[in-house]
């Protein structure tokens, strides 16, 4: 599943991951907030989720979903 995220979308979940919200995630990467939402709900749908705490529970980066 973490194969079919872009980049992008890894850097936005390993910002998620450590539990920033979607402004900082857009200030940090120099996105806009839009963008940013878009990037969260992509990366919900390919690996099945629905509410970041799911994202955390997976461990993303305790499983090598971040490599």
Do not use: C
């Not at 936005?12 to 990037?39: C, K, M, N, Q």
Request: aromatic content about 10%; glycine content about 8%; proline content about 3%.
């Amino acid at each position: 599943m973490v194969d079919q995220l872009t980049p992008r979308q890894k850097e936005v979940a390993e910002l998620i991951s450590e539990h920033f919200s979607d402004l900082p995630i857009a200030a940090r990467l120099g996105i806009s907030y839009w963008t940013t939402r878009s990037h969260v709900k992509q990366i919900f749908q390919k690996l099945g989720v629905k509410r970041r705490e799911q994202l955390w529970g997976r461990g993303w980066r305790n499983s090598g979903w971040g490599e």
